[in-house]
């Protein structure tokens, strides 16, 4: 069986479609519908087409990748045209995590989107995780400090950017920046706020629309101990930030 024929039948099935309707929706016979999930014909070009802008998938990804297990929800919004968003599973149907390796970070922006790229990751399960799809990230420099160079965010993919919890700490994936971990605030309809924890960092702006994933925080896996001066100067740094907020607090009072 080829992933055509595969596709074809469990897309039609995922809408709750019969044969005879389907083929109505694509102006052609029943007949033909069967004959393409029966592997006895392949759709033409022009037939691939219509099934690209009906399922809103693009063609590629119809013709080589199996999409049986694939749901609804298993699809995400890039431009206008959906894409699978894979997730893995072991041999007991458990989610699997994938893992970003640091030295391939910069490659995410190109490959996020493609379902060949994220089957080659290596993939871990950590059955504490709570459910939805998690993918676990590196992190590089001394900005969302605590949070050691070398470490690994693990997040959960945020579906709507709607749902984004002001203050939360998320992997934000944009087409300028590529990958960062962040504070995340909602500024208005358009436009969000990206902060560090570290304040020698200057929070910036950035329009909802350049956001291409968002992953919310789930649990930080260290890949070196802390020193004791490094936990020292952490919380010496947490106090500085809080002392801050209750200043800033104090001025606004003030000024009322």
Known sequence: MTPIQI?????????KLSQERFSEELKCTRSMIGSYEEGRSEPPIERLIDLSNYFNIPIDILVKNDLRLAKDTSFIEIGSKRVLFPITVNENNEDLIEIIPAQAS???????ADPEYIEQLQKIKLPFLPTGTHRAFPIKG???LPVKDGSFIVAKFVEDIQDIKNGRTYIVLTKDDGLVYKRVY???????ILSSDNRF?????????QILELWEFTCCINTQEYKAEELKLS???NMFQELKVELESINIQNKT
């Open 186 to 192: 909602d500024k208005d309809a358009d436009t969000l």
């Open 235 to 237: 919380s010496i740094m």
């Open 106 to 112: 910069a490659g995410y922006l190109a490959g996020y």
């Open 7 to 15: 596709n074809i039948k469990h897309l039609r099935l995922l809408k």
């Open 201 to 209: 960092y200057n929070p910036y702006e950035v329009k909802k629309d």
């Open 142 to 144: 001394d900005s969302m």
